[in-house]
């Protein structure tokens, strides 16, 4: 069994910051891709930014320049910084891992979710 635990979400004011982290653990041989998405109320689920095993990163248009994701391989760690917040920032933000369990076997797994409030 895998878990992936996302952590650091609240409200926050218009211009303010936050920082998400989130962790895969349980039966890991390694985690490849790694992301976080979003969803608001009323809309789709969609990507905000994902990075490789190399540091490699992408951002959604609306995030960029803003939010900064980062991650540490050997804890299996994923961390978005996310500053100069917006109101329409506000929605549910989740933990997306592919991990492999075996050299062969892997699926993606998500995170349950953490709340994001940027309001005044």
């Known amino acids: 069994q895998v878990q992936v635990v996302e952590s650091g979400g609240g409200l926050v004011q218009p211009g303010g910051s936050l920082r998400l982290s989130c962790a895969a653990s349980?039966?890991?041989?390694?985690?490849?891709?790694m992301g976080w998405y979003r969803q608001a109320p009323g809309k789709e689920r969609e990507v905000v930014a994902s990075i490789t095993t190399s540091g490699l990163a992408t951002y959604a248009d609306s995030v960029k320049g803003r939010f900064t994701v980062s991650r540490d391989n050997e804890k299996n760690a994923l961390s978005l910084q996310m500053d100069s917040l917006k109101p329409e920032d506000t929605a549910v933000y989740y933990c997306?891992?592919?991990?492999?369990?075996?050299?062969?076997?892997?699926?993606?797994?998500w995170g349950q979710g953490t709340q994001v409030t940027v309001s005044s």
């Open positions: 349980g039966r890991i041989f390694r985690v490849e891709h």
């Open positions: 997306n891992a592919h991990v492999f369990e075996t050299a062969s076997m892997s699926r993606f797994y």
